[in-house]
């Protein structure tokens, strides 16, 4: 693999380390508050330095590297240059990375002075010249290594605050973050930290690398939503594992959506992003017979608080689109729907901005900083309350059992004469179908087969058609603000004339609906529960 006209490679040299560091997000004055912060008193002297950093990260013509989760950076150090391939950490708060590094004479990568197998696998086969810069950093760095006491011990931190521009062509963004660096102690030590200096000026969590954003200013992609990933383990997984995964999963799954809420107010993504928080509500539920109460209380409080903070936006997202939409369709060029729509993109707008105030707030950092210190530490593996301790080492298979027998009793105790339930307790079982459903998610890789996926698939329709009747509810809400809003406007007459139209609709699509629901229910409650395998004779 070489480059043509490279440089004869010197003596092996190359570092090869894993870095434990947490990136946070900030502002220009927010860096400037911190570096002055008596914070860094602590620090180890002769330790401290200044220095600009020019990297430029290369990659093939369709992007081989970053599809692969790497990327490769030469980056001018002072007078020296180094060249640097790194992994793609996990998102779970502090990021664990694999890390190569190798001193070169100038700009120009040479992967062919590779020698570690690991790195050289992931890097694949790359023909002469097939590299090019993809884009460029340009970052002013301060440093500081302090010594930081955490629980009795003394960990060594790097803080470097940089501060500066991301380029790709003619474009570019200004860049502001600290990244706090593990050198010495426990990993635990870095979020402690992280929350004292957010206690100084606010911060965000940033997952993201600056090659991954230097990398989107070149594609022009603007951030996306994401799916839950399914959860993999295995039969023989303990519960104590088995937990870690699920916790794990909600948190990527979360903080993957939150990037395109805060920036493109992408619809898919918020909604996905209250999805994993209510996945998360619901693990937590799911486990408490094996967390400590005060370990799980506060942690589940703040996942509703955030999720409720982001569900006005999201109710009117549905009202537009579930709602609003195929009634226009119906009714085109209709002057009061029109009225009507215009008036509710405004309450939409507003709560958008309330969602993002949320996720951009200090108790949102808070919130975050804990539950990824909570799930990086697994304290639960260390747990030693006799009974707790015996239900975590188990494997994961009858807990799973229990748990999936448990909600499913409890749903079929709720869905008897559904066809002439209440709102409040067709409500009741909406929640229940949810908690079901994530639960069998959950566990479905200790079950995997064909009946597995068909009760899924029944729990995922009856949970939006019981979503669809719930949302009239929400509708009928949501009318009355519009209406009370609109007292002044000029188009008032049209917008109470669009309302009326759009209760006389939906009133129509509730009763399709509870047709719908009575099928549904019927066709899951023969479902065979895929917990309970026929034993062997």
């Known amino acids: 693999m070489n480059l043509k006209g490279s440089d004869k490679a010197p003596e092996p040299d190359a570092a090869i380390s894993r870095e434990i560091e947490l990136k946070l997000r900030a502002t220009p004055d927010a860096v400037a508050q911190i570096l002055a912060s008596p914070l860094l008193a602590a620090g180890i002297p002769g330790l401290a330095s200044a220095q600009n950093l020019d990297a430029a990260y290369y990659d093939t013509a369709d992007l081989r590297l970053q599809k692969r989760g790497i990327s490769l950076r030469v980056r001018r150090e002072g007078d020296r240059f180094v060249q640097n391939i790194k992994t793609k950490g996990a998102a779970t708060g502090a990021l664990d990375r694999r890390e190569w590094e190798t001193v070169v004479p100038d700009l120009t990568p040479r992967p062919d002075w590779v ?10 086969h790359l023909a002469p010249n097939e590299l090019t810069a993809i884009c460029r950093t340009l970052i002013e760095r301060e440093t500081r290594v302090i010594g930081y006491k955490h629980d009795g011990d003394i960990a060594i931190i790097e803080i470097a605050f940089d501060r500066g521009t991301l380029e ?13 660096e593990l050198l010495k102690g426990h990993r635990q030590a870095l979020y402690a930290l992280a929350q004292d200096l957010h206690e100084v000026a606010p911060l965000q969590v940033e ?20 799916k839950a990933k399914k959860v993999r383990f295995t039969p023989d997984t303990s519960v104590a594992a088995g937990m870690s995964a699920v916790f794990a999963g909600c948190f990527v799954h979360w903080m993957a959506n939150e990037p395109a809420v805060l920036e493109s107010g992408d619809a898919e993504a918020l909604h996905q992003m209250r999805v994993a928080l209510r996945r998360t509500r619901s693990a937590f539920t799911l486990f408490d017979s094996v967390l400590p109460a005060m370990q799980a209380r506060w942690l589940k409080r703040e996942c509703q608080w955030i999720g409720n903070a982001l569900g006005a936006a999201r109710d009117w997202d549905v009202f ?29 707008a507003r709560n958008y901005e309330t969602a993002r105030a949320a996720t951009l707030s200090p108790r949102y950092t808070t919130f975050v900083l ?28 009858a807990f799973a059992q229990i748990q999936l027998e448990r909600r499913h009793r409890k749903l079929l105790k ?33 079950y995997p087969g064909k009946a597995t996926g068909q009760m899924i698939g029944d729990l995922s329709r009856l949970q939006v058609t019981l979503g669809d009747l719930n949302d009239l509810a929400v509708t009928e809400r949501q009318l009355e ?25 939906s009133t129509a699509r509730a009763k399709r609906g509870e047709t719908n629901l009575l099928t549904q229910w019927d066709r899951f409650t023969r479902r065979k529960r895929f917990w309970k395998r026929a034993k062997k004779k």
């Open 115 to 124: 020698t570690d197998r690991h790195a050289l696998a992931l890097l694949g």
């Open 168 to 180: 790709a062509g003619d474009r570019n963004v200004p860049t502001a973050e600290i990244e706090l």
């Open 207 to 226: 997952l993201r690398s600056k090659a991954e954003r230097a990398y989107a200013l070149f594609t022009g992609d603007i951030p996306k939503s994401h």
């Open 320 to 348: 537009l689109d579930d709602v609003l939409a195929p009634l226009e369709a119906n009714r085109q060029d209709d002057i009061a729907l029109t009225a009507l729509r215009e008036q509710c993109l405004r309450a939409r």
């Open 370 to 397: 804990n539950f990824g210190r909570w799930l990086d530490d697994a304290a639960w593996h260390a747990d030693r309350h006799t009974t707790r301790r015996e239900i975590l080492d188990a494997p994961l298979t």
């Open 414 to 446: 709720l869905g008897r004469k559904l066809a002439t339930a209440t709102p409040q307790r067709r409500h009741r079982l909406r929640i229940a179908v949810k908690k079901m459903r994530y639960a069998s998610e959950f566990f479905a890789a200790v």
């Open 481 to 505: 603000t519009v209406i009370y809003q609109a007292f002044a406007d000029p188009a008032h007459d049209d917008i109470v004339r669009g309302v009326g139209l759009v209760v006389g609709w």
